[in-house]
């Protein structure tokens, strides 16, 4: 089989991809309520021509804006951080062994609101890759893998379908955020100019 080489311009995408998909978990859920409330209190600021009501119906969501605001900076800051690092070669990059593929039950609380910390909380069912080496990798929910791929995308479930016990992946990740990870598989990626560490996936370097 053919191997497509691995870009540092590919490794940016997917760990920003990564960086979005943890950013999406953070903010999805009150982006549900957050945009209601301040359409009704609009709404009710015309209807009422009284400024102040709209205000106030707007204020009951103004602890969950700041909130959000101080999470959309956060994560402008951490994109920053991955184009930075990416640039400077500061990235783990080690072999890993396949032991297995879980589908699991996560409990996944959201941001605490309203002074109610189980407000929100729910379960989900998600995939994880296991690693021989004790690592794990959590499956994201995007539509395609490797997008930036001419032979070798694939979906969510064409991953789990076509990666087997005992395969070798490349594993990636931000050194000091292993969230921000993505995994290549051996058979159909090679590093080109990039280094790995030892291959048993036991030690990483840039």
Not at 4 to 25: Q, T, V, W
Request: hydrophobic fraction near 40%; charge should be neutral; include cysteine.
């Amino acid at each position: 089989m053919k191997k497509e080489a691995l870009k540092l311009s590919n490794i940016k995408a997917d760990l920003k991809r990564m960086a979005d998909f943890y950013m999406s978990n953070r903010v999805d859920f009150r982006l549900t309520y957050i945009v209601p409330i301040a359409i009704i209190a609009v709404m009710l600021g015309i209807l009422t021509k009284r400024v102040w009501v709209g205000l106030l119906i707007f204020s009951l969501s103004s602890i969950e804006l700041i909130r959000f605001a101080r999470d959309l900076k956060a994560h402008r800051n951490t994109m920053r951080m991955i184009s930075a690092a990416i640039d400077r070669g500061d990235i783990s990059i080690s072999v890993e062994t396949l032991s297995h593929i879980a589908r699991e039950v996560i409990y996944e609380p959201n941001t605490a609101s309203y002074g109610n910390p189980s407000y929100g909380d729910e379960t989900k069912t998600v995939t994880f890759f296991y690693f021989e080496g004790g690592g794990s990798w959590r499956v994201p929910s995007v539509e395609k893998h490797y997008s930036w791929s001419q032979d070798y995308y694939m979906s969510q479930s064409g991953l789990e379908n076509t990666s087997t016990q005992g395969e070798q992946f490349f594993f990636i990740c931000l050194q000091g955020y292993y969230d921000i990870a993505y995994i290549y598989p051996c058979d159909r990626f090679e590093l080109g100019d990039l280094k790995t560490g030892r291959e048993d996936g036991a030690e990483s370097v840039k």
